[in-house]
């Protein structure tokens, strides 16, 4: 094919060339070469030098890439323009739509229009964490960013993600809470994502979750729900690509549409119209990626030669497609999925493909495959050697898979039911995909991974493939000249494969590199031996919801670095932000050893020379300095030939606690105390690793006499308040280095520690030869930045956050320089994913069903207006505002006194008994009180919870700092959970360990239960007995209707003692959005101070309410003193028995429809037991489908309620008995 025939070629690989030069590339000089290019051949056309004039259009060509890739100067007001970090309040348009990347994170662009008032424009990705609210693309939104500079990890050769951004025009990135994001005008998104979200919701409603989500990604590229494993799976196998949206997957459309037009009798023109109009309308439901707008151009153009008969020009197509996308955006060019597209493309059309059905797909698949070779090694690191091979069966599964799912697709939006055919048929055909996909992935060596290749090895194997295609073509008719094409083509490949595995097989350096990885917030350090082994000593972060840095950041290190086998790792503590990232390494390479504190205690390690230590306290005897090696002639021996110059296991321990203040040796230790720490010596060269320890740790090392006496220092705990803090450690000789992450959340990196400005971009590496050690910088205060020693590439102060530091004279520790450590109690909450997740499945069926009409009985607010007598007394209460001499300001601490005399004579004195008006505090909300009662207590204290739970008793008591570490069931670790099941009736049993705290809620939400007189008397001798606190929660008692069942825990004889109470007048008088309640805090009840005194609990609540609230309004207890009016009490119990009444219907309803039903008697919450086989997120997903009814998973509750199902009486009456009636007729139970 010569270049008459393909003109376009040339001058989109001189646009790429030109954009791809552009960072390089002064505008001015740009501007002059298109200009003198234009000039030029111009002129040469004029004289008939044609060759030439093209030529010199080319370089004009070349010259607009290059001007168009220039990164234009930001305005003066670009957000990217503020002092960042900061927190603002912005306000913009979505630039695109809502993308979801996690089960609880979407990423949002927003072109923002005022920052903190002031007019602003630029581009924010910013991440929202939880569900936000219903979004589309041009909508106007409001929120409460964090914002940050773009940046990214900085490592060697590593991923720059602030130049991705970049190119696509976005400089700062921000994080948010969905419930700090406001909407600012309705969501109307335009009918491509109205398309896109029926199709993945009507998807998900008819495969199972595997199969939808491999569909969407076969249909619309949409992975985002796509298991783990099935995803790894793919990748493996070599047969990613089905799963990015090509001109695989545009390619059968218009074939289907070709056959669908057939059978309607439709000509070829009329055919090409109908297919370009799907085709672009395909496009637009999937999105502008560069695979999906390369593929459509390129059907577009073939189908519009056909439609005007004419010969369609397949590279020239593959041009024009490329400088479109290019010209509208340059930086794809740099894009993975641009490169893999055009290359895998070109492959096909360049290669010589055998003929036949099996010859000819295997043909296209190794064409593609080696075209798009270097540039899989040079993103991804990854070889395929079964793709070609794996791709016979995997793409014509993928395929029909495609062409039914699209069919099933277009008959979901007419009918559910047709659309349900298609799916059906098409299930089986995704687990045959899946079952080809598992095997193929299982073949050893499927996947090698390997260094990325430099540039010159791509160079040479690109030509090399060119000069092998030409020798193809010209062996017969020009032997000679195919003849020396091959043998320039061999020698070229050669020479590629040799710079490609030089990284493999170069002979080792002879020194230790050691090598601090950036990766973010956590630690990542590569020793490298002098005899070429290599040692991992953490891995970064990773775990659900976390980048993983051991995939993302340090794997391809290592694989760059030519290591894919490692000597040996170490976890030096269980913290996310160090073994999170191992779990990948674990899979990605061979590890000969794993050393924990108990192999390391055996004695030092040794990796060709370079000794390997545990640190602790040394025995009588030993040398104050662990120096270098004794003998030289074990230099490289390793395990138990090395000389063994360390504590025993067996005394470690014993002499680690000795050294131990008494308080810290007795009180249980944290994971940051006990990590491992690291000493490694070379030659006269040291390097200490201290993790995470913390004070206490290091007290004990210091006063032991460890040696920590070190060339380097890695500071503690990424330079924390906690750590590096004993002025003898501060002051020791050593350099320190500290490692941590961008100041975003914890900002440990602390003030008055000297950074190192290194010259260049990278990491901070000391090396270190025979002779003395090569550092960053000089002895000095102040780093040279021109040093001839230096040998760490880093960056300038505030851009990277991966710093060398030197203590200043003086400097007893390293002071906080980043940002106001959190309360690190808050990043242990569990995420809500229990409200969240109905919101999404809620979302998804109106979504594909919008003619249902919901019934919500989850709803856990009042319905009902205010009572008529509680309406008057506001009117009243405000009425009194608008006069001087009634005017009320600020009210008393705990109420006025007309309000708290009425709920004594009425609430207490009514039931015999006393509570005195000084007990009582009149407050905005019981969740408040339950959730503000502990700031009085110990932050020691143990905390007994029933299960399951009002989620604000554990949360509020996490924040604090009680609950310890949740499990993988939500469950933590010093929380004492009292299970509440049918099988004891939902009574919690006392606690199997002492307990301090007891909350207790009756009647209970969710279960509806009550306690018995017996069961709260057995509760309050426990209390008694155990010098206890009972926090119980009576907001419903007014639902009670068993007389027997009492109203207040204050009915039992000695719980004055030891029970605070909690009532509230949301449930009993519709003030949820009014905003009144009361806590009783009786002066009998105490607990201890340190020395074991007891102390009476009323005047610290006392003092806790004057200090940091400031009361309910006047009006507002104006209106709760109506609801104990005659008037009042009789339109309160109207609406109780109302709601009691609607829970009689629900309760019955359900037993009559064969349910077993708990709660709905004394309590306006009804819990029922899930059908068998069905857990609770079933039995929400058959209601809400099958009869249209929303309530609320038990299992959201705690682990107890697992096969359980909460239903509220709160709302309307019909919508009651409707919701009833459903059941019994829709749902097969």
Known sequence: ?????????????????????????????????????????????????????????????????????????????????????????????????????????????????????????????????????????????????????????????????????????????????????????????????????????????????????????????????????????????????????SGFNVALLAAAVFALCKLLRLDRRASAVVAIGLVSGFAAVVGPEPSVLRAVIMAVLVLAALLLEREAAVANSLALAALLILALRPGD??????????????????????????????????????????????HFNQLSTIGVVANLGVVPLAGLATVVGLLGVGLAFASATVAQVAFDAVWPVLLALRAVVALAAAVPGAVLHLPAPPGLAILCYAVALGLGLRWWRARASQPRAGRAAGATALALLAVAVALEAWPLLRPPEGRLRITVLDVGQGD??????????????????????????????????????????????????????????????????????????????RGPRWIGGAMISLVRPLRPGDSRRAGPLRDPWLL?????????????????????????????????????????????????????????????????????????????????????????????????????????????????????????????RGRARPSRRRGRPRLPHRRGRRPHPRDRRARAHGDPLGRRHRRALLPGPGDDLLESSAMARVNEHYLKLRASYLFSEIARRVKAFQTAHPEAKLIRLGIGDITDPLPPAVIQALHAAVDEMARAESFHGYGPDAGYEFLTALIAKHDYGARGVRVDLDEIFVSDGTKSDSANIQEIFAGDCVVALTDPVYPVYLDSNVMAGRAGSPDANGRYDRVVYLPCVAENAFEPPLPDRPADLVYLCFPNNPTGAVLTRPVLARWVDWARRQGAVLL????????????????????????????????????????????????????????????GSPVSLNPLWLRRQSTKFNGVAYIVQRAAAAVYTEEGQREVRSAIDGRMENARIIREGLEA?????????????????????????????????????????????????????????????????????????????
Not at 575 to 595: C, K, L, N, S, V
Not at 714 to 720: I, Q, T
Not at 731 to 755: F, I, Q, W
Request: proline share 9%; net charge positive.
């Open 1153 to 1229: 429809a064969g349910l077993r039903v708990y709660g709905g008697r004394n309590a306006p919450y009804i819990w029922v037991k899930t059908p068998p086989g069905l857990s609770s997120w079933d039995f929400f997903d058959k209601l809400l489908n099958e009869a249209h009814l929303v309530g609320t998973p038990g299992s959201g509750f705690g682990p107890s309620g697992e096969g359980y199902f909460r239903l509220t009486a709160f709302g309307r009456r019909a919508e009651a008995e409707e919701a009833v009636e459903r059941v019994k007729r829709r749902v097969a139970l």
């Open 1032 to 1091: 119980y929660d009576a907001a419903y008692e007014a639902y009670i209707r068993d007389p027997d069942i009492p109203h207040s825990i204050y009915e039992i004889e000695g719980a004055r003692e030891v029970a605070i109470e909690f009532r509230s007048f949301s449930k009993l008088a519709g003030f949820t959005g009014t905003r009144c309640a009361f806590t009783v805090v009786p002066k009998e009840v105490r607990g201890r101070d340190a020395a």
């Open 1 to 245: 094919m010569t270049v008459d025939r393909m003109p376009l070629v040339p001058v989109a690989a001189g646009f790429a060339a030109g954009i791809a030069a552009a960072p390089w590339t002064r505008p001015d000089l740009a501007w002059a070469t298109w200009a003198v290019a234009i000039v030029a051949g111009i002129t040469l056309l004029g004289v008939r030098r044609v060759f030439w004039a093209a030529a010199s259009f080319l370089v004009g060509v070349t010259a607009l890439g290059a001007l168009r890739g220039a990164a234009p100067p930001l305005p003066p007001d670009h957000v990217a323009r503020l002092e960042l970090p900061r927190i603002a309040h912005v306000e913009g348009r979505l630039a695109a739509a809502p993308v979801r990347w996690a089960p609880e994170r979407t990423r949002l662009l927003i072109a923002a229009e005022r920052v903190d008032g002031a007019p602003r424009v630029g581009l924010i990705q910013a991440t929202v964490h939880g569900p936000p609210p219903p979004l589309a693309s041009g909508q106007r939104i409001a929120a409460e960013l964090r914002l940050f500079p773009a940046t990214g990890f900085h490592n060697p050769d590593g991923f720059d993600y602030a130049a991705h951004l970049a190119r696509d025009g976005i400089h700062v990135t921000g994080s948010t809470r969905a419930e700090r994001l406001m909407a600012l005008e309705a969501p109307q998104p335009p009918w491509p994502a109205r398309v896109r979200a029926g199709a993945l919701a009507a998807l998900a409603g008819a495969l199972p979750p595997a199969s939808s989500a491999l569909l969407a990604g076969l249909l619309f590229g949409e992975r985002t729900d796509l298991p783990p494993e099935l995803d790894d799976g793919f990748r493996r196998a070599g047969v990613y690509h089905v799963l990015a949206v």
């Open 524 to 601: 990542a350090i590569v020793l490298e031996g002098p005899d070429g082994r290599a040692v991992l000593v953490d891995a970064g972060s990773g775990g659900a919801m976390r980048l993983d840095a051991g995939e993302r950041v340090v794997a391809p290190y290592l694989w760059n670095r030519g290591v894919l086998r490692l000597a040996a790792t170490v976890v030096t503590h269980p913290d996310a932000d160090h073994a999170g990232g191992m779990r990948a390494i674990q899979r990605g390479f061979r590890i000969a050893e794993t050393w924990d504190a108990a192999t390391l205690a």
């Open 333 to 378: 060019l740099l894009d993975p999925g641009f490169q893999l597209s055009f290359a895998a493309t070109a492959g096909i059309i360049a290669a010589p493909l055998p003929r036949g059905l099996v010859g000819g797909a295997l043909g296209v698949s190794l064409a593609a495959q080696l075209a798009v070779l270097p540039i899989t090694l040079a």
């Open 636 to 760: 490289g021996v390793a395990g138990p030939h090395a000389p063994d110059t360390s504590t025993p296991a067996s005394e470690a321990s014993v002499v680690e606690e000795r050294a131990r203040p008494p308080a810290v040796a007795s009180s249980r230790r944290s994971r940051n105390d006990d990590a491992i720490v690291l000493r490694i010596e070379y030659g006269l060269a040291s390097f200490l690793l201290t993790a995470d320890i913390e004070a206490a740790r290091e007290h004990a090392l210091v006063a032991a006499g460890a040696p920590l006496d070190a060339t380097v220092l890695k500071v503690a705990h990424h330079g924390s308040r906690s750590s590096t803090r004993p002025p003898r450690l501060a002051l020791l000789d050593h350099r320190a280095l500290a490692a941590c992450g961008p100041p975003v959340g914890r900002g440990h990196l602390r003030r008055r520690a000297e950074p190192l400005r290194p010259p260049r």
